[in-house]
């Protein structure tokens, strides 16, 4: 926490670009030469525009400290902030409030000077007239009596002063503190700025608002249709103004990767490590807060999920920062808590570019808050039996069973409703919070990281299915002027497609490495140019065990199920949920979401061509997450047998099943491979993983004859013309070019210039831990 060297802001121009413009309008007669209208604290100390040790010039805007000010970035009550520290003498600015001028003020000390004060008391003074001999309070903030380590925010009114020069005196004292330190800088200023809407034209780039609602499922919001009035605020404040997106899907039906992928713009399969300790975002992936840092916008995240640390990289590009620790009953806070600390913080932005992500964790399990009175929710307040919002996670660990589903089932559907209705209206809180002017110039998105199972599929809560409920997400924007009020967009949508379009919006460039594309040509378009291509969304479990991933193209969807991998469960909980998976999920499972929505009648045996069109969609992303050395048989009649072996100089580490069925065989015997595979309509096959070496041999038989020319590819699809392979001979930079025809097809995806993927980190897997999602 020392003096910063550091080069003026991206703020500071927006800054003296806004006093210059506002301060024009009060121009002094003479040769006095104008005062620029407010200030923002931060950016001026950044660019040493500050006096020390004297009153602030009579003429022009001016900064004066009693004592050399120094910059930090603190962190009290899981926020952290960029600040300003001060000792307990009063600092003054001196300029022109702007008409309909507003003070923010914002202010803390250091965590361990909680310690030894009873409190803070801040106070706001307005000197006027000739020499600053009118004074007036303006504003007296302080804390409770022994109240716990927190920031102090306080807004007051200066637009009776609008347009006059004034001299604003602002003061802290920590009640208590022993006299000792009253010289040290223990005063932490931040965010302090003097500031006013304008009423003028949109602004060509927007703020951005993005808000997420943790396991907010899209089937229960009014604007989707739901027969609850769950969500009016949503309904008033962002569909009817705003467009409603029809098929959104997530990348991942649990939190992390899903955060990441939209962060990132690309899937998130590509960038994790191989166990749940490494999700977070890879050093050297820009995310979205970094890319509009870069724009000049000041940033802000607001996470209620405790899984969203800052040591998994999720801070960065965050010049404010809150998240709870590491405990699983902040799970049971809710949406007011997140505003007590997003409010202040958009009250003290509002007026310039701003990044905001408010991450609400409601409705997460256990669905309670406070509507829900004695267990019982507004929405079902008959009810009799003994089942409350505390029972859904004993249910999903199978610890606990409904007594009566028939009367408990409507109930958990109703508390869970109950938490939608909850979180619904503090989102109306937060654009309440923003003066017309400034939600006319925001930019509004809001979106689930993935939905909730509820019984759907004989399963409750999230991350082990791919089926809709989990992964089929709301999406809503908002852009006063450019999205167009009251339309619902049709189409697929991906997650990852959201950095592509809000980059756009903000002014920037596309980026090559992203997966997603900008959905604004759609969003703002007329009539039928409102649509989007049809284009397919990949989904990947991410949780832990056997393989499951899954497309959706149009209103069809293929979920693949690797029930062959081998799994030993590590814990009781993830037997019982395997055992759970094995009883409700099949190998290929088709369905028609138009007609059947629900997916309840599996359509993989009578359209055997529609899994073959949509398998593809699956491997090919697939082939570019996961590593190893690809065998894979594709369109052989079903019912021939396929049986070979390959000979390797070096032996494979091991072998994993590719969609295999039960009767399918693979065994490594040294450096021998072999394997016996029933052909069917579904490509299919193993990996091999270990140290690339060379192939001393080949053999493919087809119902014990050998596999005809041309049938054997290698690498990008080369023919196999026999003998030793090299390991080189092998790569290949996409999906394999195979034949019309069957083929077997051994090949290895070339991931040279992929990002590096991040590893296991401690304090993820103890978060993961705390909240259950490891035992």
Known sequence: MTWSDRTPSRLLAATLALGSALGAMGALSGCRRAVPAGFLLRPLVEARRFEVGRRPRDEGSSLAFARRPELADLEEDYERRPVVLTNSSPWRWRGRVPPGGRLHTGLGTLPAVWRSIRGIEATVVVRTGLGGREREVLAVARTREHDHPRWLDFDADLSRYGGQEVTIELKAELVGLPPGYRGANLVAWGPVGVSAFAAGAPHPRPNVLFILVDTLRRDRLTPYGYGRDTSPEIARRLAAPGTVVEEAYSQAPWTLPSVVSFMTGRYPGELLGADLASYGVPAGIEVMSERLGKLGYETGAFLANPALHAGAGFERGFRTFYAPPADVEWIRKHADSLNVHALPWLAGHRDRPFFLYVHYVDPHDPYENPEIVNGRSPFLPGYQGPVTGEWVHGIYTGRRQLPDPARDLPQINALYDSEVHYVDRYIGQLLAALPREVLRDTLVVLTADHGEEIDDHGGWKHGQTLYDEQIHVPLIFRWDGHVRAGKRLAGTVRLLDLLP???????????????????????????????????????????????????????????????????????????????????????????????????????????????????????????????????????????????????????????????????????????????????????????????????????????????????????????????????????????????????????????SGAAARRGHDAETERRLRALGYIQ
């Open 501 to 751: 379009t809000i980059s756009a919006a903000a002014g920037g460039r596309p980026d090559p490495a992203w997966q997603g594309i900008d959905l604004l040509p759609a969003l703002t378009a007329e009539g039928a140019g409102a649509s989007l291509p049809e284009r397919p969304a990949f989904s990947h479990g991410l949780a832990g065990g056997p393989l499951r991933a899954a497309a959706v193209l149009g209103r069809e969807k293929l979920i693949l199920f690797n029930r062959e991998e081998p799994f030993q469960p590590a814990d009781d909980l993830q037997a019982y949920l395997w055992r759970k998976d094995l009883g409700r999920m099949e190998r290929v499972e088709l369905y028609d979401l138009g007609s059947d929505p629900g997916e309840h009648r599996n359509l993989a045996a009578q359209r055997p061509e529609d899994v073959a069109r949509l398998e593809p969609l699956i491997y090919r992303q697939l082939d570019r997450e996961l590593p190893g050395l690809k065998v894979l048989a594709a369109g052989f009649p079903a019912g021939v047998r396929l049986s070979g072996s390959i000979d390797f100089e070096c032996p494979p580490e091991r072998w994993s099943p590719y969609f295999l069925a039960p009767g399918d065989r693979v065994e490594i015997a040294g450096g021998e491979v072999r394997f016996d595979l029933a052909a069917e309509r579904l490509a299919k096959g193993f990996r091999l993983e270990g140290v690339p070496s060379r192939i001393l041999r080949l053999e493919v038989r087809q119902d014990g004859r050998p596999l005809a020319g041309g049938q054997v590819r290698i690498g990008g699809g080369a023919p196999y013309g026999g003998g030793a392979v090299q390991p080189r001979e092998l790569l290949a930079r996409g999906w394999p070019a195979l034949p019309q025809g069957p083929a077997l097809a051994l090949w290895r995806h070339d991931a």
